[in-house]
């Protein structure tokens, strides 16, 4: 089972390591713009909240980004397991649905956490742009500069739950789409994999 980079057309645009405080301010911009997103939550991060019901009511897709924000690749097969295994278990238990997409902390995976993903009916999902938004706190223009000089149809676009990314998030949106790009939402992952 290979990772997803790609969707059949249009732009998906996900977000790393929440939930966060950032998540309501990125998703009152991604409403007024009228975009869908897919956000990927560690479980360490997960507490009831207004912003879990708010992404789902709101059409975005939630999946897990493991327990903690480790490399993957440099854990045992256990430790795989169990950080795979516990991020999806509170994610399904705070959003009550199945959890079907898992994104690897920092795209690194072998072939124990694609064995793994696969036993709990988990497709990989990575991206083929990355916004860099985490190295850019003070310069958030170089992000939307960095993935409007890259974007294309079917592009996956990486973006993290930071101020930097909320700053740019409204011009990133309307610089796609002044290229005559249109965004796509999390049904697009469902079509990539055939659900």
């Given at each position: 089972?290979?990772?997803?980079?790609?969707?059949?057309?249009?732009?998906?645009?996900?977000?790393?390591?929440?939930?966060?405080?950032?998540?309501?301010?990125?998703?009152?911009?991604?409403?007024?713009k009228?975009?869908?997103?897919?956000?990927?939550?560690?479980?360490?991060?997960?507490?009831?909240?207004?912003?879990?019901?708010?992404?789902?009511?709101?059409?975005?897709?939630?999946?897990?980004?493991?327990?903690?924000?480790?490399?993957?690749?440099?854990?045992?097969?256990?430790?795989?397991?169990?950080?795979?295994?516990?991020?999806?278990?509170?994610?399904?238990?705070?959003i009550?649905?199945?959890?079907?997409?898992?994104?690897?902390?920092?795209?690194?995976?072998?072939?124990?956490?694609?064995?793994?993903?696969?036993?709990?009916?988990?497709?990989?999902?990575?991206?083929?742009?990355?916004?860099?938004?985490?190295?850019?706190?003070?310069?958030?223009?170089?992000i939307?500069?960095?993935?409007?000089?890259?974007?294309?149809?079917?592009?996956?676009?990486?973006?993290?739950?930071?101020?930097?990314?909320?700053?740019?998030?409204?011009?990133?949106?309307?610089?796609?789409?002044?290229?005559?790009?249109?965004?796509?939402?999390?049904?697009?992952?469902?079509?990539?994999?055939?659900?």
């Amino acid at each position: 089972m290979p990772s997803i980079t790609q969707i059949p057309s249009g732009v998906l645009l996900t977000f790393d390591d929440g939930p966060s405080e950032y998540v309501i301010p990125l998703l009152n911009i991604l409403k007024r713009k009228h975009v869908m997103a897919f956000f990927f939550w560690l479980g360490e991060n997960l507490s009831p909240s207004q912003s879990i019901s708010q992404v789902l009511a709101e059409g975005h897709g939630i999946g897990s980004h493991g327990f903690h924000h480790k490399i993957l690749s440099d854990l045992s097969y256990q430790e795989q397991y169990w950080e795979i295994q516990q991020s999806k278990v509170a994610l399904e238990n705070c959003i009550q649905s199945p959890i079907r997409f898992f994104r690897p902390p920092n795209g690194r995976m072998n072939e124990d956490t694609i064995a793994i993903a696969k036993s709990f009916h988990l497709h990989c999902v990575r991206w083929n742009i990355g916004s860099w938004d985490w190295a850019h706190a003070h310069d958030p223009d170089t992000i939307a500069d960095h993935v409007v000089g890259h974007v294309s149809s079917g592009s996956i676009v990486l973006l993290h739950e930071l101020p930097q990314t909320v700053i740019i998030l409204e011009q990133l949106i309307d610089r796609i789409r002044e290229k005559g790009l249109d965004f796509a939402g999390p049904e697009a992952l469902d079509l990539r994999v055939g659900l």
